[in-house]
């Protein structure tokens, strides 16, 4: 029997979890078998409430950053600064000599380029609007 494609607009777990754990395991085989390694870092205040963080995973001797935020009233203080330099240090403890991000927001260029990363790459209009840059790092 054909195999059969559907489609929904729907939230589906089931196909969710299929797709990541198979893209997943597949890049997993393709760098032999070396597992991702996630790290967290959070900024709290003085109640103990998360107001800011970085996240993302150590690949060989790539780190990639996927997420930094810090709460609106508590930006231009230097958090992102250090909360960068806080996942570079964690980074370095686990070989690594590369970091990588990209981003949508070009406000974030100067916090990123102070930080002593240098864009690599540019796709002008990636979304109406949107130019996706890519960041590098040497480490």
């Known amino acids: ?5 559907e489609s929904t607009e729907f939230k ?3 196909i969710e979890k299929y797709l ?3 893209i997943l395991a597949y890049g997993i085989e393709q760098i032999n078998n070396d597992e991702p390694i996630k790290l967290f870092c959070s900024l709290k205040n003085h109640k103990g409430n998360i107001i800011g963080g970085v996240m993302g995973y150590k690949t060989l001797n790539l780190f990639f950053i996927t ?7 508590h930006r231009n203080h230097g ?5 960068l330099k ?5 980074a370095k403890l686990l070989g690594c000599n590369i970091l990588r991000l990209n981003t949508l927001n070009k406000q974030t ?3 990123y380029k102070n930080a002593g990363f240098e864009v690599t790459n540019t796709i002008p209009n990636y979304m109406t609007g949107f130019d996706l840059m890519y960041y590098h790092k040497n480490i």
């Open 79 to 83: 958090y992102a600064k250090n909360l």
């Open 20 to 22: 990541s754990n198979s």
């Open 109 to 111: 260029s100067s916090l």
């Open 12 to 14: 589906n777990e089931e």
């Open 86 to 90: 806080e996942i570079e240090d964690k």
């Open 1 to 5: 029997m054909k195999p059969v494609i």
């Open 67 to 73: 997420h930094l935020h810090v709460e609106k009233e």
